[in-house]
């Protein structure tokens, strides 16, 4: 069966500082990848997504970045965090090609700038 | 470009009751799918329902079940029998059926049950 890791689970950073969060995904091959962000109470704004190995599309233009390795990880990265950085980051994947296009979601790291 | 609209933004039910979400969206395309998320307080988000487009019949999986009326682009979602466990905050999402586009997110609705 397939699952997905994220890590850290937690994190407390300081404004400026820089920002590496991993998530990768076990049990399937050639996923497609997302990253979003949750603000406290609010909706899921997709910040990136992925359909191969060093493909990327950036949906939100910010100081975030977003790399994909090798097939199965996805990485989120920042040089210099901003206050506004602060929330709650989920990765997701789905299946490429005719399917029922559910994503799964990992567990969600959640990330305090101050 | 695709949206998903979820006018309430809270609600609550009584234990045992039955409430209902609403969801509308906007597209231009003929066929896709229509879902529905849980996210409880341990923040993990998890599928409750999907609907495809090209069925007419209404999706239903246990105590949850939807209203999809397409030609007025609406997807309710309908919770019977409500349990304490329901509570969380409920995403409606939508997904082309082509390419690899990714799903589409409403706001949310936070369901508080009352016992």
């Known amino acids: 069966s397939q699952t997905i890791h994220q890590w850290p689970a937690t994190l407390v950073q300081p404004v400026g500082s820089p920002l590496s969060l991993e998530c990768t995904v076990e049990?399937?091959?050639?996923?497609?990848l997302y990253w979003y962000r949750q603000a406290a109470g609010r909706g899921l704004q997709l910040l990136f997504y992925?359909?191969?190995?060093?493909?990327i599309s950036s949906e939100v233009p910010q100081n975030l970045s977003a790399s994909r390795p090798q097939d199965r990880q996805f990485i989120l990265s920042s040089k210099k965090l901003l206050l506004s950085d602060s929330g709650f980051y989920l990765c997701?994947?789905?299946?490429?090609?005719?399917?029922?296009?559910?994503?799964?979601f990992g567990p969600g790291t959640r990330l305090t700038v101050t | 470009a695709q949206t998903v609209t979820q006018s309430q933004p809270e609600m609550s039910v009584q234990e045992a009751e039955t409430v209902t979400l609403s969801c509308t969206y906007d597209?231009?395309?003929?066929?896709?799918?229509l879902f529905w998320y849980k996210q409880p307080p341990s923040r993990q988000m998890i599928l409750v329902i999907r609907?495809?487009?090209?069925?007419?019949q209404n999706a239903t999986e246990n105590r949850f079940s939807v209203n999809f009326q397409k030609a007025a682009k609406s997807f309710s979602l309908k919770i019977s029998d409500s349990q304490l466990g329901d509570a969380a905050m409920y995403f409606c999402?939508?997904?082309?059926?082509?390419?690899?586009?990714?799903?589409?997110f409403g706001k949310g609705t936070r369901l508080s049950v009352i016992a």
């Open positions: 997701a994947w789905s299946e490429k090609g005719m399917g029922d296009y559910e994503q799964y």
């Open positions: 992925s359909v191969g190995i060093g493909q």
């Open positions: 609907q495809e487009a090209y069925k007419q």
């Open positions: 999402a939508y997904k082309d059926r082509s390419g690899n586009t990714p799903l589409v």
């Open positions: 049990g399937t091959s050639n996923p497609n």
């Open positions: 597209t231009s395309e003929s066929d896709y799918y």
